[in-house]
Nanobody, 117 residues
Framework: QVQLVESGGGLVQAGGSLRLSCAAS???????MGWYRQAPGKQRELVAA???????KYADSVKGRFTISRDNAKNTVYLQMNSLTPEDTAVYYC????????????WGQGTQVTVSS
């Protein structure tokens, strides 16, 4: 069982930045690591994900503002979020799998990101 622990959420003003981190259990060799988000009353959606080896995928709404990166040695994935807007307010979930799939089987508990106007 893969365990994912997120950190880095919080409250920020519009135009500001936040960096999310997600650490996976040490014994996991993860093919994909990524981030999803869910705003109140909306479906959970992909924000960004990255395959081991470098391929990445971003939601159109965050392209040019968010950057996903990972440290395979630490089994950790990061999401640098810049130029945040109130529309980015959501619970952000770390997601991962040992298979190469954009939506993995494993989820973190979620971390709240709130952007004030």
């Amino acid at each position: 069982q893969v365990q994912l622990v997120e950190s880095g959420g919080g409250l920020v003003q519009a135009g500001g930045s936040l960096r999310l981190s997600c650490a996976a259990s040490p014994s996991s060799r993860l093919a994909v690591m990524g981030w999803y988000r869910q705003a109140p009353g909306k479906q959970r959606e992909l924000v960004a994900a990255t395959f081991r080896g470098g391929a990445t995928k971003y939601a159109d709404s965050v392209k040019g503002r968010f950057t996903i990166s990972r440290d395979n040695a630490k089994n950790t994935v990061y999401l640098q979020m810049n130029s945040l807007t109130p529309e980015d307010t959501a619970v952000y979930y770390c997601n991962a799998d040992t298979l190469f799939t954009w939506q993995g089987r494993y989820w973190g508990q979620g971390t709240q990101v709130t952007v004030s106007s």
